[in-house]
């Protein structure tokens, strides 16, 4: 079994462990460029919100988006728009990837800026 899949696998489990608790979802995908942010409702089958490196807001700030400040940011950003459709509470799926470095910065901004998982 290579990375990626042992990776997919592990997302697959921590998926259908919040598919059961009925949960708002904040999923975190990281490449080796970029790192993306998405709130999927409880259903998960729409997408409430997303940020990412690659929005050209975040492009002007930042000019490299695969590093921890850029994280940091992405997680701010998903923050505030979660807030704004009034979404306090998540579960944190972090697609697989460690909790660890960029994905774990995002979390703790997230966190930070008045999200709770």
């Known amino acids: 079994m290579d990375k990626n899949t042992a990776r997919l696998r592990r997302a697959r489990k921590?998926?259908?462990?919040?598919a059961d608790?009925?949960?708002?979802?904040?999923?975190?995908?990281?490449?080796n460029c970029n790192i993306y942010a998405q709130i999927i409702d409880a259903s998960g089958g729409k997408v409430l919100a997303s940020a990412s490196t690659v929005e050209a807001d975040v492009r002007k700030e930042l000019p490299n988006g695969g590093?921890?400040?850029?994280?940091?940011l992405v997680g701010k950003r998903i923050a505030d728009k979660a807030k704004?459709?009034?979404?306090?509470?998540?579960?944190?799926d972090r697609s697989g990837f460690r909790y660890h470095g960029?994905?774990?910065a995002l979390?703790?901004?997230?966190?930070?800026?008045?999200?709770?998982?």
Do not use: C, H, M, P
């Not at 590093?67 to 940091?72: G, Y």
């Not at 979390?107 to 998982?117: C, I, K, T």
């Open 14 to 18: 921590t998926r259908a462990r919040i």
């Open 21 to 31: 608790q009925k949960a708002t979802r904040l999923v975190v995908y990281r490449s």
């Open 84 to 92: 704004q459709l009034g979404i306090a509470e998540v579960a944190f």
């Open 107 to 117: 979390a703790d901004a997230a966190r930070e800026n008045g999200l709770s998982f």
């Open 102 to 104: 960029r994905v774990k």
């Open 67 to 72: 590093n921890l400040s850029a994280a940091v």
